[in-house]
């Protein structure tokens, strides 16, 4: 049956019920009330007036024919659709005030009913050790003989251990005949279409032996499809079922879901190999969620595209699953502009120019300069991210790069319990070269590679002429994994970078060395708080050139410490971090830092001591501005005299910085 509005003949559509199926009706009046005459103030008042006027004529006659009336106390005009969710509330309230009469009235109908078999009327209220019953379980069958079941409880289906899909009263002269049909036992399931299903077996063998109805129907589809949900297999549906009544089996035919069809929809450039080679599923196989969610990221990590959707659509009259994936391009060229700005190298610009997708290859040109009045960048790199349909990445990167920094010596005139870094000169490093370097994705979190370098590089003191260049040619073996949820603020996640570098085909004019570097952070987070711990250790031998030296010291690197305070061959460094996120933002997300450092940089092995080892506390806030993140804070660094009885402190120092890594 289908109701539509009943405008204003038929707000209460009774006359749609037929008597003779429906023992009892309950009408449910949300008409509104006629309003009093000083309410006809305004023109939509009376406008509902009349509506309500000639309503309630037919809605009165309505309500005569109902058994039992529910009629929520509302204020709300016939005309006002707003707070429905007050209606819903008042009206539930209403009803269950009308509990207890809706019983009384269903227990009395079935009573009335049972009266016209022409029985005592006092049996139909007691047991009587001459009533028959038939069919009932055992159990019910004692409750029934013992009185602890009662006609009124068969009538209400109250107190039953079983399910009847019918229980049918007879009178015989002065007692009843009761006779109970119950549903039937399930001997056995057999599931048709999927092998997988098989997993379910479990389920299985607890449904059996157990009544075939709706609700428990019902309660094993849903538990075999929860089993395999939980297994991955997310688009498993069943068909249909059916029940057969001759040997009790119930039969169900269920719908792997293998993808039948991929299609690509919005991808006017791109050649399909591009999108469909970053899938980690395939037609003809079983999808998982999983799988779709992985596909997703290596879709979006690619660069190629900015936003994805994977449709999933049932075919009307058949199996299977067909899968839509919805692309949005991304822009084939590129410009990029970020800004620097902090208190040890002041203003830094850079520009990248980028030509993504070169030739519908995947490949990605990169022209990037980027500086300011102490350093300097320029490149061009071409880079292959993927191989064809393999893991293979390439990248051949030209540049060159200068960069001043300062040297520190330490000042002496200071009390015992203090020290005190003073600029002792400054220095220029530049270098110009080329690399290229071979290697794979890790599940697009990471890399494996080896890097050949050919660099031309010096270093000199400002102060001086500068010293002619020599040449370095080395090969390095790298790994870095990613899995941080963010670059500035991560939550979650590790970060890992560790190397072996060593001189491969040293030209004549050339300077060997060899060095090892390993660095891995780590984040935990617990709602508004992040603990962030970093780990760094360096080893490089005697030949290393200053260019290719370890440094220590600056925001986010060593607190207390300038940047580059301190240069050496060998770093041993720790930071503990702990953040968090204030409920309150300073115009924009803002978060709260306490920093420890302990670590220390030496020139050769046989100085590493643990005298030597200095630590560092910090203070900052931070900002996570549209043009990157701000960071303010306040470090001091100390560290023990020999004899461990006295603590040196340097001096409390300042740092900021505002934008990105140029």
Known sequence: MILVDGGIMQNIPINAF????????????????????????????????????????????????????????????????????????????????????IKHKTFKTILDSL?????????????????????????????????SVTIENIISGIGLSYPYQKIQFEGIDNFFKITAFPFPEIKGIL????????????????????????????????????????????????????????????????????????????????????????????????????????????????????DVDLITKYPKDTSGLDLIIRVQEAEDQLVKFGAKIDNERNTQAGLDLIQNNIHNTGARAIFRIA???????????????????????????????????????????QP??????????????????TKLSFGSQIEKKGSLFAEYRFEQQRTYDLAANPTPYYSISSLKFATIFDSEDDIQFPRIGRYIDMSLETSFLEPKDGVGFSKINYFHRQNFSMGRHTISTSFMFGFADASTPDPELFSIGGIGNFYGLHEDDYRGRQIVSELLEYRFRSPISIFFDTYFYLHYNIGGIWSSPEDMKLTALKQGLGLSLGLATPIGPAKFSFGNCFYANKGYSNLIFGPLMFYFSLGTKI
């Not at 305004?42 to 109902?66: E, G, H, R």
């Not at 005190?420 to 000169?425: D, E, K, V, Y």
């Open 191 to 306: 599931i048709k279409g999927s092998n997988i299903a098989m997993e379910a077996d479990s389920t299985l063998y607890y449904m059996k032996n157990k009544f075939y109805y709706s609700k428990n129907s019902k309660e094993l589809f849903v538990k075999i499809l929860n089993l395999l949900h939980s297994k991955g297999y997310d688009f498993i549906r069943i068909l249909k079922y059916e029940f057969d009544y001759k040997n009790n089996y119930l039969i169900i035919e269920i719908d792997e879901a293998k993808i039948r069809n991929i299609s690509i929809s919005g991808s006017e450039s791109l050649s399909n190999y591009l999108l469909t080679r970053e899938l980690t599923f395939h037609a003809s196989e079983l999808p998982k969620i999983d799988n779709f969610f992985t596909s997703s990221e290596n879709l979006l990590s690619s660069e190629l595209i900015k």
């Open 115 to 147: 009266k016209s078999l022409n029985i005592n009327s006092e049996l139909i209220n007691a047991n009587h050790y001459r009533n028959q019953y038939r069919g009932f379980s055992f159990e019910d069958s004692l409750s029934l003989v013992n009185g």
């Open 18 to 101: 037929d008597p003779m199926k429906n023992k009892i009706t309950i009408a449910v009046n949300t008409s509104s009330p006629i309003l009093k005459t000083n309410e006809l103030n305004s023109p939509w008042n009376l406008a509902d007036q009349v509506i309500s006027i000639s309503m309630k004529y037919f809605t009165d006659s309505a309500l005569k024919k109902a058994d039992i009336v529910i009629s929520p106390e509302t204020s709300h005009l016939n005309s006002d659709f707003t707070n429905l969710d007050s209606l819903i509330f008042i009206g539930s309230q209403k009803a269950r005030l009308k509990i207890q009469e």
């Open 416 to 433: 015992s319990n203090r020290f005190l870094r003073n600029i002792a000169g400054e220095l220029q490093e530049s270098r110009m070269g």
């Open 371 to 413: 500086g300011g009045n102490r350093n300097g960048f320029s490149s061009f790199s071409i880079n292959v991210p993927r191989l064809l349909f393999s893991m293979i990445t390439l990248n051949l990167n030209i540049y060159t790069e200068l960069r001043d920094y300062y040297y520190y010596a330490n000042n002496e005139n």
